[in-house]
């Protein structure tokens, strides 16, 4: 069974802030958070063990695992979901 990993950006940025109470500080704060998980992601990128798969759209975003030793790093990513196909 093959695995995709993606990132369904709206779901895990836009979509989990309150938006009957929305305020200014809980944007800041979830956009915070996601930056935070998102760099996680970035290092790895930079290192060369992980890239963005270019499908033309940004939900998803589509992980490529370069580096098999990182795979359980990004699968443990809060803004990772697996996927089997």
Known sequence: MLKT???W???KFINEI???TTRISDIVDKTNKTIEHL???QKLEAMG???VKTTGSLN???L???DSSVESEVARNPL????FE
Do not use: N
């Not at 990772?80 to 996927?83: A, P, Q, R, S, T």
């Open 5 to 7: 990993y993606v990132i």
């Open 9 to 11: 950006w709206h779901s």
């Open 18 to 20: 309150d938006m009957e």
């Open 39 to 41: 760099k996680k992601l």
């Open 49 to 51: 063990k992980i890239k």
């Open 60 to 62: 998803p975003i589509y």
């Open 64 to 66: 490529e695992i370069i």
């Open 80 to 83: 990772v979901e697996k996927l």
